[in-house]
């Protein structure tokens, strides 16, 4: 891998620096979550729009050769700026699966000249199509329960054959509608001060993982902030490679996640 860089450590280091040290061909699976130019935190500001992507197509191309052959690649972003990127990963040969829409159940109050922004993306990449997708372990819940109540029982004449409800719910669609964790910190509707600025819902995190891995799988992410890939990643038994350049956020990363070993998630 690299004489510096060991398995399921939370390394403050800047993306560039982490990367050239992987071997490649090492990730099974890239959880990317990078800076989107919103101008909220110094490492979320950049020159210009032009400056914004040189960098974003820079991490890209360093990213792309850490992946195998068969894995997989999600990044987030705005919709306008994952618009960009995902024609620059089709540029480079990855091949596209899926624009995941996540609807975060928290609209951003204010905009009088147009609808207000509510939805981030996650655009869902693999390297060939022999990646792994574990689609029966991220099944949700059917949305209509008393037509599954009643399925269960004689099942649904469809197309002269009789289909019951999955036990475990229905296969995961593109859009998920999955609450913020801004929106679930607000007391009497005020937003509280978060460890980070934007950290990603664990269940989020958790669905990818279990879709896109298996266990003992190496799971990369070079925008870690306070470590929400890494500490699913070892609640599933996944090894991570991780690093934020933000040194606070890593020390937060790094205590969650001997908290989690601690309340017996087994990595060392
Ligand atoms: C959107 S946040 C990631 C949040 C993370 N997913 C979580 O749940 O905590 C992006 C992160 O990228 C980090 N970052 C920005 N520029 C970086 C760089 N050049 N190298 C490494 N990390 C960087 C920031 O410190 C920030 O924590």
Redesign the pocket.
Known sequence: MSKDIALNKIYQ????N?LEQLDNDIADLAVI????NMRKAN??TFKSENDFFNFTYAWIDELIPKIKENGSLYI?NTPYNSAFILQYLVSQGLHFRNWITWDKRDGMGGAKRRFSNGQETVLFFTKNKKHVFNYNDVRVPYESQERIEHAKKKGILKNGRRWFPNQKGRLCGEVWHITSERHKSKVNGKVQKLQ?????PIEMIERIIKASSNKEDIVL?????????AVVAQKLNRNFLC????KD?VKIARNKLSEARKNGHKRA
């Open positions: 280091m800047d993306c560039f982490f979550d990078p800076p989107y490492w979320d987030f980070h600025l934007t950290p990603k992410d070079c925008f870690a902030g306070i470590g929400t890939t690093c934020d350049i933000e956020y």
